[in-house]
């Protein structure tokens, strides 16, 4: 049953509309085996190179390899490449068993083999008992497991996600995410998913390739995106983080700098010219209440403007007079200030990213 799991090397591969670099010189190593994601806003080029992997794209320069082999100008049936839509893309006049035995023809298998790799896919997703119902007949998640089947049945060397699981409810997407990475780790094959949902991103991946205008912008994985985001945009992307603008007043020590904020003085570990216009960017979770005097933290003072009970944990806002605001949550124990109070708000310097200015443009 285990497809022959390929790796895959993307080499500057760029894509042009028009005026539009739509893919930018996009690099991307994938190994057997490996569950990877392109997260990314509406338009950053996600699709675009999920099927430039497929061969429905042609990239305009850039190469393509899956398991070393150069695929780059071979059509989508040489590349051994199975691709799930988020329509799914099934034939609705035939039945379950006839969806997944498609393909199988296709290969030339004969009936019995073809009989038994269906019965086969189809336990394997839980849909043994409905190989002879009509597509028209099925629910949105139970199609999306026979599209799964089929795509898996021809045993590709690299399966391809686009949004495949966004046309269903939150419970059953999150159910299929669990089961699908289940499911895809026994099998054993490369898979590359294509979401804008942060979470489903994070359940999935073994590494996030965080695109961004039709580039990649981080390539790691789901800790360390989160824990340390290289630029503003991934931080913003992925998980909560509240920013302040600001300017470096100069370096206290080795790799450190000092800035100004409308909130009071900040240390972080970052490089950057006295002068330079930044953003200082903090999770609100690693943000306590009260101050904590220390080097190794950074301690802001203000007017807390509003405190927003969310059940188990709640939002403090502490303002200052231009509307420069930080936000903190607090797990739910805390007991809250009364509003318009002074507070005080502290997290870790090594809880502090600070990013160029220009990338909040
Ligand atoms: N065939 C095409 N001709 C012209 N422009 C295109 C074509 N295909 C895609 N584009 C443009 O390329 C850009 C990237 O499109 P793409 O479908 O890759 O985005 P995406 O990241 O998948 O977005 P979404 O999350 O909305 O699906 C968009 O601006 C889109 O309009
Ligand atoms: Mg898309």
Known sequence: M???????????????????????????????????????????????????????????????????????SLPPHKRQVGVVFQNYALFPHLSVAGNIAFGLRLKGMDAKAIGATVALYLELVHLGHLAERPISALSGGQQQRVALARALAVQPSVILFDEALSALDRNLREEMQVE?????????????????????????????????RGRIEQYTDPKTLYAAPASLFAMSFIGQSTQLRGEVLGSPGHGMVEIKTALGRLRAAANFAPGSPVVVAVRPECIGL?????????????RMTAAIFHGAHSMLHLAAEDGERVVAQLSGGHALPAEDSDISLHWPVAQTFVYPAAEAA
Not at 22 to 50: F, I, N, Q, Y
Not at 195 to 202: G, N, P, R, S, V
Not at 291 to 298: F, G, I, L, Y
Request: contains cysteine; hydrophobic residues 40%; glycine residues 10%.
């Open 290 to 302: 009260g101050d904590a005097p220390s080097t190794e933290v950074n301690t802001i003072s203000g």
């Open 2 to 72: 285990s497809s022959q799991a390929a790796d895959l090397s993307i080499r500057g591969v760029s894509k042009q509309y028009g005026p539009t670099t739509v893919l930018d010189r996009v690099d991307l190593e994938v190994a057997a085996g490996e569950l990877v994601t392109l997260l990314g806003p509406s338009g950053c080029g996600k699709t675009t190179l999920l099927r430039a992997i497929a061969g429905l794209v042609t990239p305009d320069s850039g190469s393509i390899k899956i398991d070393g082999r150069d695929v780059t």
């Open 180 to 212: 699908l990475r289940h499911l895809l780790r026994r099998i054993g094959t490369t898979a590359i998913f294509v979401t804008h949902d942060q979470d489903e991103a994070l359940t999935m991946s073994d590494r996030i390739a965080v695109m961004y």
